[in-house]
């Protein structure tokens, strides 16, 4: 596939309700995983585990902040995905630039209390989040044309796809 080609695939596939769509179940997947390594922590180690730490290591706080923030994020979402089955894209693009942002609002917890969480829910969950982002970010790139000259062929950018899958949002495909 060309160039040309190609990058109109991936704005097509970016831009398509069944990318939103996955973008949305990742997120489900984020919430759950999440909740799954709080409670796998607590099932795991004694309350005096976290007597000596800072308030902001505990799994406590992702609870009050983090977890918080990703079901109200959740809630959003999937509004925006009604919404977006309709071409309205304006809370899509509002909770995507929300994801964006995410990163700086957990600079102030610490992720200290995963080494004492199941490892495989442990990177689930951050399996979880790095979807979420790239995908949070490559549909507000698309939907707000913040691509740039190539960018959005850089696959250390939007991660490899399949162009046999591209293709199918090709025009005149099907």
């Known amino acids: 596939m060309d160039k040309a080609t190609k990058k109109q695939a991936l704005l097509n596939?970016?831009?398509s309700f069944d990318y939103a769509q996955?973008?949305?179940l990742d997120?489900?997947?984020l919430v759950s995983?999440?909740?799954?390594?709080?409670?796998?922590?607590?099932l795991r180690n004694p309350p005096e585990l976290t007597q000596d730490w800072q308030v902001w290591e505990?799994?406590?706080e992702w609870e009050r902040r983090v977890l918080t923030n990703f079901r109200s994020t959740n809630q959003r979402f999937h509004q925006a995905l009604g919404l977006?089955?309709?071409?309205d894209t304006e809370l899509m693009e509002r909770v995507c630039s929300a994801i964006r942002g995410l990163s700086k609002n957990m600079d102030v917890v610490s992720e200290r209390w995963f080494?004492?969480?199941d490892s495989y829910k442990a990177r689930k969950y951050a399996a979880a989040y790095n979807d979420v982002?790239?995908?949070?970010?490559?549909?507000?790139?698309?939907l707000r044309g913040r691509w740039g000259e190539d960018k959005i062929l850089r696959e250390t950018i939007t991660d490899p796809i399949d162009e046999a899958k591209l293709k199918e949002y090709l025009p005149g495909h099907g």
């Open 22 to 24: 996955e973008l949305v």
């Open 133 to 142: 982002s790239e995908k949070a970010a490559n549909v507000y790139n698309t």
């Open 115 to 117: 080494k004492y969480v």
């Open 58 to 60: 505990t799994p406590d």
């Open 33 to 42: 995983w999440l909740e799954e390594c709080i409670e796998d922590f607590r």
């Open 27 to 29: 997120h489900d997947d």
């Open 13 to 15: 596939y970016f831009s």
């Open 84 to 87: 977006y089955r309709q071409g």
